[in-house]
């Protein structure tokens, strides 16, 4: 059986490589139906109905319905079992922005931010997430001043004190 899921797991994975996303939701599926709380094909899953839609968002304005709705859902159940990876979660703020949902695109980030280790990841997501609060601001007249506050003043104090004045004010 883990041979049989692997296989379709590099098959779907292969099919979202080839930007082929009805065939990569099959092959994730496979293995969703049987294992629903499946990481991998979780993410898969996600991953291409995320693709299918920003597929169609370029050929015009998509209500956000069922599929828009499925693939947050999927989504962020794929975050929820634990795909925290950029990819996934750069993806995931990126479609929250082209529905007007921005707010929940920056939360996305900031808590994503707050799972890494590393500060110059975290600091490259919470300024991903002051870039998605400020622009949401000017474009839609979301009053996220207080956000990104808050995600600046986090960012500042992860970068450590003793490094190069220049390099801390970057």
Not at 39 to 68: C, H, T
């Amino acid at each position: 059986t883990e041979d049989v899921i692997r296989e379709i797991l590099r098959r779907g994975e292969q099919q979202l490589a080839d930007g082929t996303w009805t065939s990569a939701q099959q092959e994730f599926r496979k293995v969703t139906e049987v294992l629903p709380d499946h990481l991998a094909a979780n993410r898969g899953m996600g991953l291409a109905l995320e693709g299918e839609v920003k597929g169609r968002v370029r050929k015009g304005p998509i209500p956000e319905g069922s599929p828009v709705q499925g693939t947050f859902e999927t989504l962020g159940r794929a975050y929820d079992l634990g795909a925290t990876d950029d990819v996934l979660v750069r993806r995931l703020a990126s479609l929250y922005s082209t529905f007007g949902r921005n707010r929940e695109g920056g939360q996305l980030l900031e808590r994503a931010s707050s799972s890494r280790k590393d500060w110059h990841e975290r600091i490259g997501l919470l300024k991903t997430a002051i870039s998605v609060y400020y622009h949401s601001h000017y474009r839609d007249g979301e009053d996220n001043k207080a956000d990104c506050v808050r995600c600046h003043r986090q960012a500042r104090k992860l970068v450590p004190a003793d490094l190069d004045p220049r390099l801390r004010l970057n």
